[in-house]
C-alpha cells in the first residue's frame, strides 16, 4: 500500500530565513503522481505542484522550490526567504495506479505546520 | 467560476441525529470526491464518484453514504452521527482521475461537531 510520511510535525523559524519541509513516500507503482498542498488558517487546500514519476526535474516558482529525488522517494519542498504569509500547513500527497485497491483518491500525510515568525 | 463550493460551512448535531452535507462543482468535472481531516491525521478519503449515477468507497467510509445524481453535486450523508464523526469534511474534484494524475481542487470545508 501506499504511504507518505512527512516527519516534521512542526517547524518554527524567523522571516526571512530558508525552511526546507520534507515528504518521504512508498508506493510499489512505477507510475505515481506527488502533489503538494497549502493550508493557511482560512482552512481551505491550495494546491501548489503536481509531478509525475517519470520528471525527476527540479522545479522553481518564485520563492518555492521542490526537489523529487526518485533515489530516496522523496519529494521535498524549499520556500526561500520566508515570509509571515508562507505561515500555514503544508501537506505532501501520493496518487498512483494502484491507489488502495482501487479507491482513485489522494494518500495526504499527516502535514507539517510551518510558523513563520515577524 | 466560484469552483468547488460546500453547504454548510458549520453544523453541530447531537448523537443519532443525521444530515447531509452537499459538495458543488462548476468546472464540468468528472470525478468528486469526499474526505475528513482530523488533527494530526492528514486527509483520508471517505468516497468518491468517476461520474454521474455512481459511487465507490474510500479508506473511511463507514457510517456515511454518498450520492452523485448531477453530475456537478455530490452528497454525503450521515444517517446516525457520531461523535466519532466530528471532524471536518473537504469535497474536492478533477476532471479525470487522481491515478492518472489529474490535479483535485477542495472546497472550503465543512467544519461538523457531534455531540
Known amino acids: 500500500a501506499q504511504k507518505v510520511t512527512q516527519a516534521q510535525t512542526e517547524i518554527s523559524v524567523v522571516e526571512k530565513e530558508d525552511v526546507t519541509l520534507d515528504c518521504v513516500y512508498e508506493t510499489r507503482d512505477t507510475t505515481y503522481y506527488l502533489f503538494w498542498y497549502k493550508q493557511p488558517p482560512s482552512g481551505e487546500l491550495v494546491f501548489l505542484i503536481r509531478r509525475n514519476s517519470f520528471d525527476e526535474q527540479n522545479e522553481i516558482s518564485g520563492r518555492y522550490s521542490w526537489n523529487f529525488q526518485k533515489s530516496t522517494s522523496s519529494f521535498n519542498f524549499t520556500i526561500t526567504a520566508s515570509q509571515v504569509v508562507d505561515s500555514a500547513v503544508y501537506f505532501c500527497a501520493l496518487s498512483d495506479v494502484d491507489s488502495g485497491g482501487g479507491a482513485d483518491g489522494l494518500t495526504f500525510g499527516k502535514g507539517t505546520h510551518l510558523i513563520i515568525q515577524p | 467560476n466560484a469552483g468547488v463550493t460546500q453547504t454548510p460551512k458549520f453544523r453541530v448535531l447531537k448523537t443519532g441525529q443525521s444530515m447531509t452535507l452537499l459538495c458543488a462543482q462548476d468546472?464540468?468535472?468528472?470525478?468528486m470526491y469526499w474526505y475528513r481531516q482530523d488533527p494530526g491525521m492528514g486527509l483520508r478519503l471517505i468516497h468518491y464518484s468517476v461520474g454521474e449515477g455512481t459511487t465507490a468507497k474510500g479508506e473511511v467510509p463507514d457510517g456515511y453514504n454518498v450520492s452523485r445524481l448531477k453530475k456537478q453535486n455530490f452528497l454525503l450523508g450521515l444517517e446516525s452521527a457520531a461523535p466519532s464523526q466530528t471532524s471536518v469534511y473537504f469535497c474536492a474534484s478533477s476532471y479525470s482521475g487522481t491515478s492518472g494524475g489529474d490535479t483535485q481542487y477542495f472546497g472550503p470545508g465543512t467544519r461538523l461537531t457531534v455531540l
Open positions: 468546472m464540468n468535472h468528472e470525478y
